[in-house]
């Protein structure tokens, strides 16, 4: 076989299989007997009981819950951690906290690839111990060198949910069908980092810091141990291939199979599509970015909230974990409007356009989330700044939380129904959105000392509206034109 054709049927099949695990088959005058045939297949995700659909959902969404809560539980703790490893520089204290999510930025990059490639469920279990390993060392980490690097390695093994589950979320059920479970799945992202300080707090004040990590470890733990043996693969390809595999022929719509073609090249394939969606595709590329300033302002925000509720209204380690309620209730709320709002604009807009339903559907949702979390920015930063009662910067982090949780789960939503490989694209944006995240809190400390914590807030509040306005707006009038210009988007392989 020539090389000319080796990357001809290369291509082909990548397309091919990713169009199997969204369940869709692109172009319909062009169906297999294979592709139909497995469409009514039990070995289907998306034909499973709806009942074993939710066992697998709620599975990935604990593990994208516990990984987030390692992002922030050590927070309240920072100053218990400082005292321990004596450190005095605020630059390296926030380090060790967000050289976690500096591994969410890098991990996504290799593991939602492999995910394509090798299925979705062994991805999550391996990283999963991976974090679990690194997270009891971080327990006994002998130097603040150690835990630093600890801290890393367990984020690139954290990384995992983030990276595949969406994918996983995809793969059982379809665009209009998704809504919720997508809720659940991104709820815990969102809402770990704001429930984990206010357990870490007490955990810090009653115990000692080295119990952050040793209680992380056991809920990392409990998550393998219902896991591994509930969890199945939901990666349609992955399926196919192990039937085929195990009724003795070959893999459909391709005449070479995995084994007889470059392991080097197939893997170069998948680890290079991040970068490349993100890079040159402009929907992803700008939706990321907003995503990843949303990302590192509440990053920011977890980091200073104890400085905050310690030093200015003097309450003690415990009791200052709880204002995390604060944004933790809007996530919530955010989450619930997303669902059955968004649900209901998105139905309007696909009945007004002859039922077919089109990804930014999502976006006029999206708009009142990015109208209302300036708002959130500006309320807490100035209430902070001025020493006002108490309540006032708890209930701006509400607000804050509330419109984040709404334009963070549009956008996972609309990269989700967009794009063909569903997890390379929730990937590009988790390395962006995470490089964001690490970065932010390492330069909050001298934004606020130079601005003020109102001045800080008001900057980024501006950021937000500068970022979050204009490109929804653009998105949704156009969204539909640019993905047809697309070769990496769902809509581009059906007019093929």
Not at 270 to 286: E, G, K, M, N
Request: hydrophobic share 45%; net charge neutral.
């Amino acid at each position: 076989m020539t090389q000319p054709h080796h990357q001809s049927t290369l291509s082909k099949e990548l397309v091919d299989i990713e169009d199997a695990a969204v369940g869709a088959v692109t172009d319909p005058d062009h169906k297999t007997e294979t592709d139909a045939a497995w469409e009514a297949d039990p070995d289907n995700p998306r034909n499973w009981t709806s009942g074993k659909k939710w066992r697998m959902a709620g599975v990935i969404s604990y593990y994208a819950f516990v990984s987030p809560v390692a992002t922030a539980l050590m927070a309240p703790a920072l100053g218990a951690i400082a005292e321990g490893y004596h450190i005095t520089n605020p630059t390296i204290i926030a380090l060790t906290l967000g050289t976690f999510v500096l591994g969410y930025a890098f991990g996504p990059l290799v593991l939602a690839p492999l995910s394509e490639f090798y299925g979705r469920t062994w991805v999550l279990h391996v990283a999963n111990l991976i974090a679990l390993v690194f997270t009891i060392a971080c327990a006994v980490a002998p130097s603040t060198g150690s835990l630093i690097a600890f801290r890393f390695l367990a984020g690139l093994g954290g990384a995992a949910p983030l990276a595949v589950g969406s994918g996983s979320i995809a793969d059982l059920w379809d665009e209009k069908d998704r809504g919720a479970a997508m809720g659940l799945f991104v709820l815990g992202p969102v809402v770990g980092p704001a429930i984990g300080p206010v357990a870490g707090g007490f955990i810090a004040q009653n115990l000692n810091y080295h119990w952050v990590f040793w209680v992380l470890a056991i809920l990392l733990g409990a998550g393998s141990v219902v896991g591994i043996p509930t969890l199945r693969e939901t990666y349609a390809p992955v399926i196919r291939a192990r039937k085929a595999k195990a009724q003795g022929r070959g893999l459909p719509n391709d005449d070479q199979t995995p084994e007889e073609q470059s392991l080097f090249r197939m893997l170069s394939v998948h680890l290079t599509r991040p970068f490349i969606i993100l890079t040159t595709d402009i929907i992803c590329l700008s939706l990321s970015l907003y995503a990843a300033v949303i990302y590192g302002t509440l990053y920011m925000m977890l980091v200073t909230l104890p400085d905050l509720y310690t030093n200015e209204y003097g309450w003690g380690t415990g009791i200052s974990g709880l204002a995390y309620i604060g944004p933790g209730i809007g996530f919530i709320v955010g989450t619930a409007f997303f669902v059955k709002v968004g649900e209901i604009v998105s139905t309007k807009l696909a009945e007004r356009h002859g039922g077919v339903r089109q990804p930014e559907y999502r976006i006029p949702t999206m708009l009142v989330g990015s109208l209302i979390m300036p708002v959130g920015l500006l309320w807490y930063g100035w209430c902070a700044d001025q020493h006002a009662h108490w309540i006032l910067p708890i209930i701006g982090g509400t607000i804050f939380g509330v419109g984040m949780m709404i334009c963070f789960l549009a956008i996972q939503v609309y990269l989700v129904d967009s794009f063909i490989y569903a997890a390379s694209a929730a990937a590009a944006a988790t390395t962006l959105r995470s490089l964001f995240g690490f970065s932010f809190p390492l330069f909050a400390d001298k934004t606020f000392s130079t601005l003020g914590i109102g001045g800080g807030y008001s900057l980024i509040a501006g950021l937000s509206v500068v970022l979050g306005w204009p490109f929804p707006i653009y998105i949704y009038l156009r969204g539909e034109r640019l993905r047809a210009r697309s070769k990496h988007t769902i809509s581009t392989q059906r007019k093929q």
